[in-house]
């Protein structure tokens, strides 16, 4: 399948079962993640959404196979604009800076600078248009880096409590969650 493909069959609108149905045709046609990862800054905002959608299915499905990928990926961070696009990439971020996950992962991740993300994390909590799901999964990323950047700790904690002040039900699940384990 060719990038111009792939968009064409994420041009309309597509259920779990579809994504689940492409991650698997991606994974099987060694689909490039690089081009993936480039769909999902498409200029539609709905194909680059469904882009992010399947980002995220098919590199965590097998993340220790596109540990080549992992620098690009992380490169492109600051860049994500679409709110869609960034609920998948805070998700994704959330998984591979887990303690659980692999220690491939986890050793490629020392090699890049996270830097950027962590800033970019914590302007996405910060920004009042940022979508709930989206705050969660940069919380709890954010949390995961806090051991890398230890200033994160104390900032994190700041803002959890502030967003929790008029924070919807899982504003204020979520942050009980990370400032009970701060």
């Known amino acids: 399948m060719t990038q111009a493909e792939l968009i064409g069959q994420i041009a309309n609108t597509i259920g779990k079962l579809k994504v689940l149905e492409l991650s698997r045709i991606l994974k099987e046609q060694q689909f490039a993640l690089r081009d993936l990862i480039d769909i999902t800054f498409h200029t539609n905002k709905a194909v680059a959404f469904r882009a992010a959608w399947l980002l995220e299915n098919v590199f965590l499905k097998d993340a220790e196979s596109y540990l080549p990928d992992l620098y690009y990926m992380i490169s492109r961070f600051k860049e994500v604009k679409h709110q869609g696009c960034m609920r998948h990439y805070a998700k994704i ?8 996950a692999l220690s491939s992962i986890q050793l490629k991740l020392k090699e890049i600078n996270l830097e950027p993300v962590v800033e970019q994390l ?25 051991d890398t950047f230890p200033w994160v700790k104390e900032e994190l904690g700041n803002q959890m409590q502030f967003l929790m002040r008029n924070g919807s039900a899982a504003i204020q699940s979520g942050g009980k969650k990370i400032l009970k384990e701060l």
Do not use: S
């Open 93 to 100: 971020t959330m998984h591979i800076t887990d303690a659980k």
């Open 122 to 146: 914590f302007d996405w909590m910060i920004n009042p248009g940022t979508k709930v799901a989206v705050k969660i999964f940069a919380g709890y990323a954010l949390f995961n880096l806090k």
